[in-house]
């Protein structure tokens, strides 16, 4: 191969990047909406157990004051 001629880059000369790196604020803007919140719980009408609300309590089988939900007693 002669020496002269057109040169061609090597393809892994080709992958795009990114020129700058992120500043620290425009890192802090796209985390802003990463913030997890807590589940919220109410107490159970009936055992008083921690509880979803508008869920079955999972510890006693009620909702809305009435079983719905046959649960097994464990010691
Ligand atoms: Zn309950």
Avoid: W
């Amino acid at each position: 191969m002669s020496e002269t001629g057109i040169f061609y880059k090597k393809k892994e000369n080709f992958m795009a990047n990114p020129k700058r790196k992120h500043s620290k604020a425009r890192r802090d803007k796209r985390r802003s909406h990463d913030a997890l919140t807590p589940v919220q719980t109410m107490k159970c009408d009936h055992c008083g157990e921690a509880k979803l609300p508008h869920k079955v309590c999972s510890a006693c089988g009620y909702y809305k004051g009435r079983q719905v939900l046959a649960v097994r007693i464990t010691a």
